[in-house]
């Protein structure tokens, strides 16, 4: 028996939107544009992706699961996302080497210490 990790199902108030603004931080590529859903990957075919589902209800307390990214360069990152749209959390996790922010509909990501050291 064997198993692949296909993907992460993200809920959304509006699916289309945050997984178009989830396209334009990760520079991926749409796999499924629907109504309801929205998926998209690092390139066709790749996996694993982001299937962005609509619920009724907001997201209400902090994320049970959330994504780490670790850039080339930490701090120009964290500018980049924060133009455009991300916005900085303090999720109690006081002064540490990662940056946590939230995306357009409140969901936390860490951008990590960058791989050389003094970012």
């Known amino acids: ?4 990790w296909e993907q992460v199902v993200v809920d959304s108030s509006d699916p289309t939107a945050l997984g ?3 396209l334009r931080a990760l520079d ?5 544009d629907d109504p309801v859903e929205l998926e998209i990957s690092p ?8 299937l962005f589902v609509a619920v009724p209800e907001r997201k209400a307390v902090k994320n049970r699961l959330h994504l780490d990214f670790r850039p080339d360069d ?3 990152e964290v500018n980049r ?17 990662w940056v946590v922010l939230a995306d357009p509909e409140g969901n936390e990501f860490c951008v990590l210490q960058s791989r050389r050291q003094g970012d």
């Open 74 to 76: 930490r701090d120009a």
């Open 1 to 4: 028996m064997s198993i692949e």
């Open 28 to 32: 991926w590529v749409v796999v499924n």
């Open 81 to 97: 996302l924060l133009d455009l749209g991300a916005t900085r959390v303090d999720i109690g996790q006081g002064d540490q080497p």
């Open 20 to 22: 178009r603004w989830w």
């Open 43 to 50: 390139a066709a075919g790749r996996l694993p992706g982001l």
